[in-house]
């Protein structure tokens, strides 16, 4: 089995699928479909369903992944997301890709369901196949999904990326902007500007512990306590992206310090003539600070992703997760001396209670591997809380071979692993 897992997967990776692009991987699983004799429904949006008829009796099951990749390069590489597959290496077991990412996520869901359909040595119930489109950026594959055709009350995602675990619960998670009026004013004062960049970065579910060196939050905590006079903040690109720089100008009579222990840290002298009150400046730190970022609590966590100041106001977007709802409510209703304004938020996701595919999944693992998997709470449910919400009753998992760096150049899997899923899910399914 590993080596068609091996060939499905550079089949996959062969067919651009970038988000927006999906029509060629689509109409790839729609020829799969007609060369295997298999019904399909494929919408106007490139979703796709798939129907494979079962060998044995039993309720339908399906499978789910999006179609879509987040396409990132090396500054050198001349790839084209449009026009180009991905250039696949395959090292032993470690499979990555050469200077761009590999779109693990989700080419080995892919990857695992087109071996599913096209092989015809595994006893099965009849199968769904379900593709979404635009999963790594607008969701509008699950926002447009035909879900009334979908006859299955079971339900398998395979966008996870731990071989040893099962997604029981997905965090919520709140996405404010906060906005903050000051005034400016001439000083006679020394003005300085202060760069911090280079961190790690990275998403800030995938990469919570990163989060604490978040540039903003590290820099304005070294000020915090120091007389100065902010004049602009700006520093981050992303709500969900752990911020790798931020710089901040200000002005200052005190001597400040020459380094913050960070080789990536540069302090200059600039012409500059304004800036904020001291009780502006105090105002707008407090914020900073009191938006914290990483991990919170064992079961929360923000980000403060982004910063800017135009003029005399300065904006800040911040997201923060949780897994209770009463917490998610405290936290939306919390005062502030900003203005704050919701920009979105997802709902928590929650297995099915006494679950019967969890049940299933717990005692096939056990039988292969003789113990359980672990139960995680994972990040960024969109597609399973809508799957859940659109389909009474269904009954969901989601599980997914091992990668690490995903959405990065330095993305990598394992071809153990693909085995290791498709080999649980074969067993799910047999009886
Ligand atoms: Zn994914």
């Known amino acids: 089995m590993r080596d068609k897992l091996i060939n499905n997967f550079l089949r996959i990776s062969s067919v651009p699928r970038s988000s927006g692009n999906e029509k060629q991987i689509s109409d790839f699983f729609v020829e799969i479909a007609k060369n295997n004799n298999l019904d399909y429904y494929q919408d106007e949006n490139y979703n796709l369903i798939i129907r494979k008829k079962g060998n044995i009796e039993g309720d339908s099951i399906a499978f789910q992944v999006h179609l879509d990749m987040v396409c990132k390069k090396r500054d050198n590489s001349n790839h084209d997301f449009y026009t180009d597959g991905i250039d696949v290496v395959i090292n032993g077991d470690e499979v990555t890709a050469k200077d761009t990412s590999l779109g693990a996520d989700q080419g080995v869901g892919l990857a695992i369901m087109l ?30 999904f035909p879900y009334d055709r979908v006859e299955s009350k079971k339900m398998i995602n395979l966008d996870y990326c731990m071989d040893n675990a099962v997604v029981v619960a997905t965090a919520g998670d709140i996405v404010n902007e906060y906005t903050y009026e000051g005034q400016l004013s001439k000083k006679e004062m020394k003005s300085y500007k202060l760069t911090l960049d280079g961190l790690l970065g990275g998403n800030s579910g995938d990469y919570i512990d990163r989060s604490r060196d978040n540039a903003i939050t590290l820099l304005v905590s070294k000020l915090i306590d120091k007389k100065v006079y902010l004049t602009s903040i700006n520093g981050g690109t992303f709500e969900n992206d752990v911020a790798v720089s931020c710089e901040i100008v200000l002005q200052t009579n005190d001597v400040l310090f020459n380094e913050l222990g960070n080789s990536n840290f540069k302090m200059e002298q600039v012409e500059n003539d304004e800036s904020f009150s001291l009780e502006d400046t105090k105002n707008i730190f407090k914020q900073i600070i009191d938006l914290k970022s990483g991990r919170i ?6 980000n403060l992703g982004l910063i800017r100041t ?15 709802e009463e917490d998610l409510e405290e936290f939306s209703n919390s005062k502030s001396i900003f203005n704050v304004n919701m920009l979105y938020d997802d709902h928590i996701w929650k297995i099915k209670e006494n679950s019967n595919m969890l049940k299933k999944y717990k005692e096939v693992y056990y039988k292969l591997f003789n113990e359980y998997p672990i139960e995680v709470v994972g990040q960024g449910g969109m597609e399973i809380t809508s799957f859940q919400e659109a389909i009474d009753g269904i009954d969901i998992i989601s599980i997914g071979a091992n990668m690490t760096n995903i959405h990065t150049v ?14 649980i899910v074969v067993n799910m399914i047999k009886d």
Do not use: A
């Open 115 to 144: 071996t599913l359909m096209e092989e015809d040595s595994i006893k099965h119930p009849d199968l769904e196949f379900l593709f979404t489109v635009e999963e790594e950026t607008t969701f509008k594959g699950v926002i447009t």
């Open 297 to 302: 609590t064992e079961d929360s966590s923000g």
């Open 310 to 324: 135009i003029g005399n106001k300065v904006m800040i977007k911040y997201l923060y997760r949780c897994i209770k």
């Open 410 to 423: 330095d993305e990598i899997t394992y071809i153990s692993s693909w085995e290791k899923i498709y080999n």
